[in-house]
Structure formats: C-alpha cells, structure tokens
C-alpha cells in the first residue's frame, strides 16, 4: 500500500519539491525563449546541467528542514 510521509502537508515547503517544479518547468520556458538567449548555453551542456538539478534536488530532498 501506498503510504505517505507524516509530514507530507507541508510538501509545498521542501526544497526537493520546489526544484521538482523548476525542473518541470524547464522544457516549457526554453521552448519560448528567443534563439539568442538560447545561444548563451553551450552545445552540449543540457545533460550537464540536468543532472547538476537533480544532485541538488536530492540534497534538498535530504537536508533537514524546519
């Protein structure tokens, strides 16, 4: 059975979860942006950074919070 976390109604305060949305978000921000700001990441980086979002959406996720 599916159990959620005691603590899970502040879900709206995790770090993990607002970088959860961010990363969301990603894909349809960079759909809009014009080419030239586009040209400001390198070729390439994309995974980089992904992954770079996600380490630190795991350390959010395991950081003690008040």
Known sequence: MFKLVPDWKDF???YSVWL???VAAIPVVWVQLPPDIKAFIPAGAEPYI???MF???VLGRIKDQP
């Open 20 to 22: 959860s949305a961010l």
């Open 12 to 14: 709206w305060r995790w």
């Open 50 to 52: 992904m992954g770079g």
């Open 55 to 57: 380490v630190v959406m």
